[in-house]
């Protein structure tokens, strides 16, 4: 029993070491695959594919995702002003919120979902299949192969599926605040475009291209690390989605800091 | 530096432990250039971990690994590249990219390296497919779509398109019928004799032993036992190896079934 606290700290003090551990592991995964985007040869066959898979195939949970939260954003702005009658900025509630927050995570966290997840199952189950160490037999640098391509590709797509999720999103709170809440289209459609700044706009793109390097990243390296079979192929998707969730929740709070903050 | 009586493969001290499980205890082998090795040796005994070892696939804890005299280990990157650029290796469960057709999987070296271009690349599938006996027809399907049997086979097509001078075979019979398997080690001799290719090949199959391999070698409990001529299998006046080439239950190998 006394010696209960000290195994405590102990147990705290493995657990740091093992996230620094873990964390510079993976900083330097990341600096390797990032090196092989500047040096040849390049696969853009396989850019090409996880760009489809990232961009387009993103599209409509990622459009679903947006037109529904700018509707539940004007509804819920105009209910909640009313009581203290600020409801002309419903428009500008709904545009700030889509294009400098919510696109961008809501977009991430629907991205880490559907693509963080799988790269995480596909590179895993090429892990424990020996696929790998093949590629690296095959004369081929599996660094370069698998996972160079699909960082780029979700550093290039993000900020495009941000984009749509931004006009969806406004498109979503139009037509709430047209068809039940009686703005003017036009008048809606101005207010809209009066406030919102290019900062606005570019901060989101901005977080969005990190945070698809984010998923990419912990969808690498998990399904890189991963052994042990199928279970360990589940285990390495789930870290994948949960890690890469959380840190774009964080780095959101660093990112809106540093646009923002003054 | 002729070369003459310089081992294509060396191996000196190899040791290698899993959890604290040693696997690899001191492996000491020599493979002659154009020499056929085949390692026997029993389940987990650590045979494929000696090959991972040797194309770098798997960091030994200590030991010495050499290929034509230079130490692979203390190799930069580049160089351990350019030395796998001219090896081969058929791995246990074939491990196909399931995300390419055949025909991509077979001539995957050779479009990497640049040798051919794609349009080239199916008639070199073909070419290599038949050699294994497969049609050309199965270039066009995913590896998902064939059956354990076919997947080696095309494992072994690939492996052996680039015309490696290094190849190594991970039980390259295993799950074949008895004369595809035939026909396999036949390839497989042949590549080696029209490549002047060194091969070591891991296998169970004693006739196949036989037919592959020029040498032999037993690994057991981590390290290599018996080195000899591999026609002599089953009569090499070892009791270890004799008893492992006959199948023999009784024997100084004791299967650790109970305890
Ligand atoms: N990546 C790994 N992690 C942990 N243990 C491993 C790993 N690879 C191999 N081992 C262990 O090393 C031992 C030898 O494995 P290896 O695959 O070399 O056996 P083998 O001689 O090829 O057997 P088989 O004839 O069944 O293929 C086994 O006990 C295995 O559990
Ligand atoms: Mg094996």
């Known amino acids: ?262 | 530096m002729s070369g003459n009586n310089l081992p294509r493969i060396r191996l000196r001290g190899l040791r290698k432990a899993f959890n604290g499980k040693q696997v690899l205890d001191g492996v000491d082998l020599d493979v002659m250039p154009g020499h056929s090795m085949v390692i026997l040796g029993g389940s987990g005994s650590g045979k494929s971990v000696t090959i991972k070892c040797i194309l770098g696939l798997i960091q030994p804890d200590s030991g010495v690994i050499e290929i034509d005299g230079r130490d692979v280990l203390g190799m930069s990157t580049r160089e351990r590249e350019e030395v796998l650029d001219h090896t081969g290796m058929l791995f246990q469960n074939g491990a196909l990219f399931d995300s390419l057709p055949v025909w991509e999987n077979v001539c995957f070296k050779l479009l990497a390296q640049k040798r051919i271009t794609r349009a080239q690349a199916r008639d070199k599938a073909a070419e290599a497919l038949a050699g294994v006996g497969l049609d050309a027809s199965v270039g066009d399907l995913s590896p998902a779509e064939l059956s354990g049997g076919m997947q080696k086979r095309v494992a072994l097509a690939r492996a052996i398109a680039s015309e490696p001078r290094i190849i190594f075979f991970d039980e390259p019979t295993t799950g074949l019928d008895p004369i595809m398997g035939a026909v396999i080690d036949g390839l497989i001799v042949d590549c080696v004799q029209r490549l002047g290719a060194t091969a070591i090949t891991i296998t169970h199959d004693m006739a196949s032993a036989r037919r592959i391999g020029d040498h032999a070698s037993m690994i057991y409990k981590g390290r290599i036992v018996w080195t000899g001529d591999a026609a002599k299998l089953g009569e090499t006046g070892n009791a270890m190896v004799d008893q492992f080439a006959r199948g023999e239950r009784e024997g100084p190998i004791k299967m650790e079934l109970r305890k």
């Not at chain 1, 709904?94 to 991205?111: C, D, F, N, W």
């Not at chain 1, 780029?152 to 999720?165: E, R, T």
């Not at chain 1, 139009?174 to 207010?191: A, D, N, R, V, W």
Request: glycine share 10%.
């Open chain 1, 1 to 262: 029993m006394t010696l209960a606290p000290v195994d405590w700290v102990a147990s705290l003090g493995r657990a740091t070491l093992n996230l620094c551990r873990s964390t510079g592991a993976v900083v330097l995964f990341a600096l390797e695959g990032l090196s092989h985007l500047v040096r040849p040869p390049f696969h853009p066959r396989l850019f090409l594919r996880a760009f489809m898979e990232v961009a387009f195939f993103s599209l409509p949970v990622v459009g679903l995702t947006a037109i529904f939260t700018g509707m539940v954003l004007a509804l819920q702005s105009y209910s909640g002003f009313s009581r203290f009658g600020a409801e002309s900025a419903v428009a500008n509630v709904v545009v700030l919120s889509i294009t400098r927050e919510l696109g961008p995570v809501l977009a991430g966290l629907m991205v880490s979902g559907r693509i963080g997840a799988a790269f995480a199952a596909e590179i895993g189950t090429m892990r424990v299949t020996d696929q790998i160490d093949a590629l690296t037999t095959l004369s081929t640098d599996p660094m370069k192969y698998l996972v160079a391509p699909r960082l780029l590709a979700a550093i290039l797509a993000m900020p495009l599926l941000v984009v749509v999720a931004d006009v969806l999103g406004v498109m979503g709170g139009f037509l709430i605040g047209t068809l039940k809440l009686g703005f003017s289209g036009p008048g809606y459609l101005k207010s809209t475009l009066d406030f919102l700044q290019v900062m606005d706009v570019v901060s989101g793109l901005v977080k969005a291209a990190v945070f698809g390097f984010i998923v990419a990243l912990m969808g690498t390296w998990c399904g890189y690390t991963s052994r042990g079979g199928a279970q360990g192929v589940g285990a390495a998707t789930t870290t994948a989605v949960v890690s890469s969730s959380i840190l774009i929740l964080a780095l959101d709070y660093v990112l809106t800091e540093a646009f923002f903050a003054r």
